[in-house]
């Protein structure tokens, strides 16, 4: 089964700075990749995902992530931190030997941005 | 279009108790995920149904279960509960059978479930 590691549990960031949340996966095949954010009290909302193709992907609200295999790594980042940006981010795989929605998480990353 | 519903929102329960959870997923999706957050244990998957079969398991025990029916809505059970059945229970409905195609899972805002 794949893993997560989601490199620190809590950032914390200067309104204005940049974002740079990290994350890792376990996995002997090209994986699925999805960043999604939730906020309190909320569900969870897709931000981006990687399947295949272009390995810089653009997602909302200004986040981007990069699919970088040699490293095993889909580290997610924001040029300028917002104060509304103040969430937890969670890094998430598609099991490679399921055919399914299943996802396995990391951790999760709460983000908090300093006025 | 309504996003995925979940009821109830809150609810408290003593330990022995049994209970039901509800997700209504999108209109015309037919995968329902289910999935459990907790402080401690993180976001962990429950099970996977679409088309009222279950098609995948995730590692809990057998007091949890789920179904779903032929309108997609789905509904989990908790029997016996225990004090560490304390979570958030999130649901995630998507059209289509496999997440490994452009098919994306929109989550409901998950059933805050507390033991007493």
């Known amino acids: 089964a794949q893993s997560v590691t989601q490199l620190g549990s809590h950032v914390s960031v200067s309104e204005g700075a940049l974002v740079l949340l990290r994350c890792n996966y376990s996995?002997?095949?090209?994986?699925?990749l999805f960043w999604y954010v939730q906020y309190p009290n909320q569900g969870l909302q897709l931000l981006l995902k990687y399947t295949t193709g272009a390995t810089l992907v653009k997602g909302i609200n200004g986040f981007e992530a990069e699919f970088k295999k040699s490293e095993t790594s889909f580290h997610l980042t924001k040029p300028s931190a917002h104060m509304s940006d103040a969430a937890e981010y969670f890094c998430a795989v598609i099991d490679d030997n399921n055919a399914g929605n299943m996802l396995t998480f990391g951790g999760g990353t709460r983000l908090m941005v300093k006025p | 279009k309504a996003g995925v519903t979940q009821t109830p929102r809150y609810l408290i329960k003593t330990r022995g108790q049994q209970v039901t959870l509800s997700c209504s997923p999108i209109?015309?999706?037919?995968?329902v995920s289910w999935y459990q957050q907790t402080p401690g244990q993180g976001l962990q998957f429950l099970f996977e149904?679409?088309?009222?079969?279950?098609?995948n398991k995730g590692n809990f025990p057998g007091r949890f279960s789920g179904r779903q029916f032929s309108n997609s809505r789905s509904e989990m059970n908790v029997s016996t509960l225990e004090l560490g059945d304390s979570a958030l229970y999130l649901c995630?409905?998507?059209?289509?059978?496999?997440?490994?195609?452009?098919?994306?899972?929109?989550f409901g805002p998950g059933t805050r479930l507390t033991v007493l």
């Open positions: 209109s015309g999706h037919r995968s």
């Open positions: 995630a409905s998507s059209w289509g059978a496999s997440g490994r195609l452009n098919n994306e899972q929109f």
């Open positions: 149904y679409f088309s009222e079969t279950q098609r």
């Open positions: 996995s002997s095949v090209p994986p699925y």
